[in-house]
């Protein structure tokens, strides 16, 4: 009786809509990352440079990307990240219909990460910083959330930044699920994603953090806005904040067509590989 109860209450609350399963992956996925990944920044920072530095915090993101493309990439594809989405759209393997859906709930998943946080460090983020919320300064706090340009970085050079470290990101994804190329034994795609984020965040982080993902710089951007560090959070940097949203869009495009071009439109591909191909980069991201 109670195991037909148990299964009873399953079927009702179980999701019959793959969309609406989908976006949900997309949002938790988004949460895991973000949560993990500015905490690991939050205890470097707030505890001086005693408990964390910036090898532990690319370390701490690679291996959260890993974790959040493991929870969402069966039900979703796992991208977690708007500009893969949108290239995913490009490449015609995510349908145009459903972008909006992911990214929204990609922002969502990435602001309530941040609020999650922002309660955790709390008392820390009050002790370090003397209740007074900077965005600049000694201590400065709001680059726990988002990312800020190095004094010396001009708008431009940022720009480019992105769209390289983010091109960089997405040639090397879809390499990853490339049927007609070397590939990695299934199931550990997340773990190499992870190890390639690690390498960008080694070799690219310099300039202005490595966002590489509209959703975890904007969406804890805004959360910074209302949560008390105000306005100053999107014209520190010469209004910097635009640039890690529309620079790992274009990054995200160029990336993926870069591959189409120089790998994949020259493999000899039988029609069934190409199913498989698409079937494969669809599922898991």
């Not at 992870?194 to 982080?205: E, K, P, R, V």
Request: charged share 10%.
């Amino acid at each position: 009786m109670r195991k037909k109860t148990n299964t009873s209450l399953k079927e009702r609350l179980a999701l019959k809509n793959k969309l609406v399963k989908e976006i949900l992956a997309e949002f938790l996925g988004t949460f895991i990352l973000i949560v993990l990944g500015l905490s690991s920044i939050a205890q470097a920072t707030l505890s001086g440079g005693t408990k964390g530095d910036i090898l532990t915090v690319n370390i701490s993101f690679s291996i959260a990307v890993a974790m959040a493309v493991y929870v969402a990439g069966g039900i979703s594809g796992g991208h977690v990240n708007p500009a893969v989405s949108l290239a995913m759209c490009v490449l015609g393997r995510l349908e145009w219909k459903k972008l909006p859906l992911y990214v929204i709930f990609q922002f969502l998943g990435a602001f309530v990460g941040s609020a999650t946080v922002f309660g955790v460090y709390y008392e820390a983020l009050m002790n370090y910083s003397g209740g007074i919320l900077t965005v600049t300064g000694p201590n400065a706090t709001a680059h726990i959330f988002a990312t800020y340009p190095a004094p010396y970085l001009s708008i431009m050079g940022g720009f480019v930044d992105q769209v390289i470290g983010t091109a960089l990101l997405l040639l090397v994804i879809l390499a990853l699920f490339d049927n007609n190329n070397l590939r990695v034994p299934k199931g550990l795609e997340p773990v190499v994603i992870s190890l390639h984020i690690l390498l960008l965040g080694l070799a690219l982080g310099m300039n202005c953090g490595c966002a590489l993902n509209p959703a975890r710089d904007l969406s804890p951007r805004i959360f910074t806005a209302v949560a008390g560090w105000g306005m100053e959070v999107f014209s520190a940097g010469n209004n910097w904040w635009w640039v890690p949203v529309v620079a790992p869009s274009i990054g995200a495009i160029t990336g993926a067509l870069l591959y189409e071009l120089f790998i994949e439109l020259h493999h000899p591909q039988t029609h069934k590989d190409s199913e498989v191909e698409y079937e494969m980069t669809k599922n898991v991201m």
